[in-house]
């Protein structure tokens, strides 16, 4: 089949790896994906550098010079006013101008997302942005079997009224039905009980208006027992929320793979153990894969940006770099406006 | 061309030396199959790489160079080869294919794969009959050991190798007596001139390009041969009308678009090549009335995406160093892809 040519920017700079990797990533990506360019942002003689090592096709990829970038450790506001050719910044305003369709970053999350709103503009309808994230659960779903639940708002928004719970329900669900292929994603709210009086004041209100919102398949609320079962398909929540869960979830992860370390180490009967459910835990090891997925999307700008995990190495930066190209053919944006005109 | 000049044609201004697999020729041998498949192929089956007998066709017109073409394909499919190019509208001046058979009945096993004992005496044989005043341009690709050759014999005929380091090269590569005497026979017999201007190696197998930087900025490694017609026409070789011609064929027949022609010029940039002037020429061709043009419409966009690949850039790259050649350090790159010996390009 073929496919739409995509631009996708890539923020070069600011990654836990360095730029190098972020560049491999591009690299694997134009030979993988041939209706997908990449436009590498960042220093040029840096990414030239990185470049000439690397296995890529010069036909799919072009650079865009910028002098500096945030560091992790910087004020987010304050950084981005005294660079204002800082890569992040440069890279946003080229998907603005429309020199690229989607933008991915491994950098300083709140740089990101404070570019992007300087930059795009937040779809009619939409009062926050919601910064999704992608977490393993038990089951599939959709058309591409993924093993992974959708979750927002993580971060972007602490405290959502019920207009905010509905809009994210909503960018949700397009975003799952576009990426996972999943046509009719089960939608939750994360709630202390499942009866729909349960929770604050904005959770029972959001509840009485996604029942009714048409063509949303609304499953009710969850609570956080189900996020990693995987009863639902998209998850909605407030920022603060949804960021004690997703860190408890990845807490969860390192415990149990400290655990294992540990019990490999105590005993020989454990060592056996271990090595009889090795097959187990490779599938686990599979699953809870972050990289294979690339990266979470904030939503609700009409530009789309994949932020993807600042340990990224290359193959999650190919990856994200897939999902950008897929929102951006499948036009995210005007598919979240539909739903939120329902 | 007058009738004088066909019964005894001016003597040849330029050389172009070509390889024929995975430079003109979109040619699979990695596998068994892929070689049957190969061999079992018809004429009009073979697909050349865009844009190279558009190339090779704009390089001809000026009617005072030659075309001569040193391939590792066997003798046997000589008729098929040359069906091909005549369909392509390529004419050839010299056209040498390998005796794989012979090497099979004498013995000969490490003739079968070893590109240096083979092309080597070749194109030195097809030099001392040259003019000493012709310049060249050689294309190749990555799959074998073209840039390690090229190389050499450019730097033989300047003078730049001694005999001494050419016993040990022949020597470690592999070559075969008779070979490495018909390399020395030949090489005594050319005049010492600096003739070779570029070598393009056509990134089949999309080889980083860094892998390539310890044989100077003579070599450049290029992507497709819209690059090659660029670096031609900063060289002095083709003019912008016939760059464009070449991206018209590239466009039309390869799906190429304005993306991957800007970025491919831009990559040329990155690495420190100087194309500014070459192109002002291509804007200025373009904004000239030619219908041909038509197919690379709508022209602003076209300019525009230059102009944008070129600015992106901030200040120009510093060319690449001009260094020596170390050949005895890069021996490696002689040996067959197979050869163990052979260092790889680390995955990425």
């Not at chain 1, 060592?271 to 490779?282: D, E, F, H, P, V």
């Not at chain 2, 070749?122 to 012709?134: G, K």
Request: hydrophobic residues 45%; contains cysteine; proline residues 6%.
């Amino acid at each position: 089949m073929a496919h739409k040519p995509v631009t996708i920017a890539f923020d070069v700079m600011g990654s836990d790896h360095g730029p190098a990797e972020i560049v491999r990533g591009a690299a694997q990506l134009s030979l993988e994906s041939p209706h997908i360019h990449a436009l590498l942002v960042g220093d040029r003689a840096v990414i030239d550098d990185a470049l000439a090592q690397a296995r890529h096709s010069g036909e799919r990829i072009s650079v865009q010079h910028a002098s500096t970038f945030i560091a992790m450790d910087e004020k987010p506001g304050e950084a981005l006013a005294k660079k204002p050719d800082a890569s992040v910044s440069v890279a946003a305003r080229l998907v603005a101008e429309g020199e690229a369709d989607a933008l991915v970053s491994a950098g300083h999350t709140g740089a990101c997302v404070l570019a992007c709103a300087r930059h795009f503009q937040l779809l009619p309808g939409v009062r926050r942005a919601a910064l999704a994230a992608v977490y393993p659960t038990r089951i599939r779903r959709g058309e591409k079997e993924d093993p992974f639940s959708l979750i927002l708002d993580v971060g972007a928004t602490v405290e959502a009224t019920a207009d905010d719970l509905v809009t994210f329900a909503v960018m949700g669900a397009a975003y799952a039905r576009i990426i996972s292929r999943n046509e009719q994603p089960k939608v939750a709210l994360l709630s202390n009980g499942t009866e729909p009086t349960k929770g604050p004041r904005h959770v029972v209100e959001a509840h009485a208006r996604l029942g009714g919102l048409p063509g949303m398949r609304f499953i009710g609320n969850v609570e956080g027992v189900d996020i990693p079962k995987g009863t639902a398909d998209v998850v909605v929540t407030d920022g603060y929320v949804g960021n004690v869960c997703l860190k408890m979830l990845e807490g969860v992860h390192e415990t149990v793979v400290e655990l294992a370390q540990y019990a490999h180490k105590e005993s020989l009967r454990w060592r056996a153990g271990l090595a009889m459910l090795s097959g187990g835990i490779q599938r686990i090891k599979d699953i809870t894969d972050w990289e294979q997925y690339g990266g979470a999307p904030v939503l609700g700008f009409d530009r789309i940006f994949i932020k993807a995990h600042g340990r990224s190495q290359a193959r999650a930066i190919a990856n994200a770099g897939k999902v950008a190209a897929k929102a951006a053919a499948n036009e995210l944006g005007k598919t979240i406006q539909q739903g939120l005109a329902r | 061309m007058s009738l004088p000049d066909r019964i005894d044609p001016p003597p040849p201004r330029r050389i172009y030396r070509w390889d024929l697999d995975k430079t003109y020729l979109q040619t699979e041998f990695d596998s068994f199959r892929d070689l049957l498949r190969t061999a079992f192929q018809k004429a009009h089956e073979k697909q050349a790489v865009p844009g190279a007998s558009a190339l090779i066709r704009e390089l001809a017109s000026a009617g005072d160079s030659r075309l001569c073409i040193v391939s590792g394909s066997p003798r046997q499919l000589r008729s098929v080869l040359e069906e091909k190019l005549k369909l392509d509208g390529v004419v050839w001046d010299e056209f040498v294919l390998k005796d794989n058979v012979g090497n099979l009945m004498r013995g000969r096993f490490r003739a079968l794969r070893g590109q240096v004992g083979y092309k080597l005496p070749a194109i030195l044989e097809s030099r001392a009959l040259a003019p000493v005043e012709a310049e060249e341009v050689l294309f190749g690709d990555d799959a074998e050991a073209d840039a390690f050759i090229y190389s050499l014999y450019a730097d033989m005929i300047a003078g730049r190798v001694d005999e001494r380091v050419l016993g040990q090269i022949l020597e470690q590569a592999a070559v075969y007596p008779d070979e490495a005497q018909r390399v020395l026979t030949a090489w005594k017999k050319i005049p010492v001139s600096d003739p070779v201007r570029r070598i393009f190696i056509h990134l089949d197998r999309l080889t980083p390009p860094a892998h390539f930087a310890d044989y100077g900025p003579r070599v450049v490694p290029i992507f497709n041969y819209f690059q090659a017609a660029l670096v031609l026409l900063a060289d002095g070789h083709l003019t912008a009308p016939q760059v464009i011609k070449i991206a018209v064929e590239m466009v039309q027949t390869a799906g190429h678009n304005i993306i991957t022609l800007s970025n491919s010029f831009q990559d040329l940039l990155r690495r420190g090549l100087p194309l500014q002037q070459a192109a002002a020429a291509l804007v200025q061709a373009l904004e000239g009335p030619n219908a041909l043009l038509q197919a690379l419409r709508p022209m602003p966009d076209i300019l525009s995406a230059f102009t944008k690949r070129l600015a992106a850039l901030g200040t120009q790259p510093p060319p690449p160093t001009v260094r020596a050649v170390d050949y005895l350090g890069l021996l490696h790159h002689a040996l067959p892809r197979t050869h163990k010996g052979r260092k790889v390009a680390p995955p990425t």
